[in-house]
């Protein structure tokens, strides 16, 4: 088989006194993401789906939130370790296509510059990468501002 493909989704709670960071892009908001690396569910989601296609488990297999080393962590330079896993194992992405879910703040001012944080960190070009957002219209945790999340689907291909 010369393709595979894997999808992603991860949840944080909002919560103050945090940075909101989205795709590699911290974004002003009085609200960030809990978590114990910095929250970046953009790029958590894309890391599960890239370890999915490839059945490798997710990124709490790599880097589990019981370990002090991940407190903190730059998402992006995950992504990059995952990306280095990908590559060492014979596969490259062909394209990536995400969704955030998010009430506030409004994303579309801020898609181009995730999406090209993102295209460095993978070294693609941005025209293989999808980053779209949405709200969840008031539905749910997420339609309350509770939480932001966000899904991946990427195609990986053999190199």
Known sequence: MNIRIGNGYDIHRLVANRPLILGGV????????????DADVLTHAIMDAMLGALSLGDIGHFFPPTDAKWAGADSIELLQQVNS????????????????????????????TMRDRLAQALKLSPEQIGVKATTN???????REEGICAYAVVLLERL
Not at 26 to 37: I, K, N, T, V, Y
């Open 26 to 37: 911290q974004l002003e908001h009085e609200l960030g993401l809990l978590g114990h690396s």
């Open 85 to 112: 896993l990908i590559i060492d194992r014979g596969w490259q992405i062909s394209n990536l296509d995400t969704v955030i879910v998010a009430e506030r703040p409004k994303l579309k001012p801020h898609i181009t």
């Open 137 to 143: 219209e008031k539905l749910d945790a997420t339609g």
